[in-house]
């Protein structure tokens, strides 16, 4: 594949791990951020992800050093223009993102596939901020994306097929599985996700059975390496009940609509790992 120079827009969580992950597969990665601190903390998290990938003996230093030497952060757009192909993570704000999506437009050639990593807002909708649509879609990464082995295309209404094409190429040349999906709320690993998670925080409220013992079921019988409540203290309540509130409100499906408790437990401040309380942190139901 003859696409040697990407273009990131963003070096936050998403952005250090896509970041290395290109990096990793032999090109180079101008990444481009607000401030030379963000470009540096960036930097900081890419060489630390690093660093225990060669303590466990995963990659030697000399292929730290030459992933790390094939990252560039910039701070003005323009550096992006002989970019060929450009993908975006920045922070989930819709605004923010089409204003940006229009200045790439202008100065990358007419044919440079864009892409969005959002979570959460219609492709098709930030696709109207760019020249020729049909090269916008959704490439969505996971959570540590060095380490997912998946990777959303997802195929907004007016992408052509030559993108999708091309993008499924481009995934496969990074060692990951493309999922061709199309342009819906949770694309579609997360909208079968969310109304399981409702489920389940239902099934708990409704005493079915302890927090504990739901986690135990599912791992034994459905092979799950992580319970569902086990999952949501992880993913943190707030995050999940933010994810589940727009899924709904975009489609009123009920499916979506975050159950009682949760909403309860985030207006109580419970939001998992990240502060110690959630349904398996204290063991206690909280509402
Ligand atoms: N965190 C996750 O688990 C996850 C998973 C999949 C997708 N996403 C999506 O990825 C995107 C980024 O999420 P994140 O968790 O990395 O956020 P983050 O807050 O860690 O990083 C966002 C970065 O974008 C930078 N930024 C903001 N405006 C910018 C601009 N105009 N130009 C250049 N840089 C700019 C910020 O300085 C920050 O460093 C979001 O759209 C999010 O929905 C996140």
């Known amino acids: 594949m003859d696409m040697q120079k990407i273009g990131l827009l963003g070096f936050g969580t998403m952005g250090a791990g896509i970041a290395q992950l290109i990096a990793q597969s032999g090109r180079d990665v101008l990444v481009l951020e607000t401030a030379q601190e963000r470009i540096d903390a960036g930097m900081r998290f890419l060489s630390e992800f690093l660093a225990t990938g060669v303590a466990r003996g995963k990659l030697t230093e000399e292929d730290s050093n030459t992933i790390r030497s094939r990252v560039h952060g910039v701070l ?3 550096e992006l223009a002989d970019a060929q192909l450009v993908i975006e993570a920045v922070t989930e704000n819709p605004d923010a993102k089409k204003s940006l999506f229009a200045k790439v437009s202008s100065i990358v050639s ?3 596939p864009i892409l969005t990593n959002t979570s959460a807002l219609s492709v098709t909708d930030l696709a109207t901020s760019v020249d020729n649509r049909g090269r916008f879609a959704g490439l969505h990464f996971f959570n540590p994306a060095p380490l997912m082995k998946i990777i959303e295309v997802v195929k907004a209404l007016e992408t052509d097929d030559k993108t999708i094409d091309t993008l499924v190429a481009f995934v496969e040349s990074l060692g990951k599985e493309p999922v061709v999906v199309k342009d819906r709320p949770g ?22 059975a302890t927090a504990e013992d739901i986690d135990i079921a599912i791992r034994l019988g459905l092979g799950h390496k992580l319970g569902p409540l086990e999952l949501l203290d992880l993913i943190g309540l707030d995050v999940h009940n933010h994810a589940t509130m727009s899924a709904y409100q975009a489609t009123l499906d009920p499916k979506f609509a975050p159950p009682p408790l949760l909403r309860q437990m985030v207006a109580a401040g419970h939001l998992g790992n990240k502060n110690g309380k959630g349904f398996r942190t204290d063991g206690r139901k909280t509402a």
């Open 76 to 78: 003005k757009v323009e």
């Open 110 to 112: 007419a044919d440079v």
């Open 187 to 208: 694309f579609l690993v997360n909208s079968l996700l969310m109304p399981y998670l409702n489920d389940v925080i239902q099934a708990y409220d409704e005493d079915l």
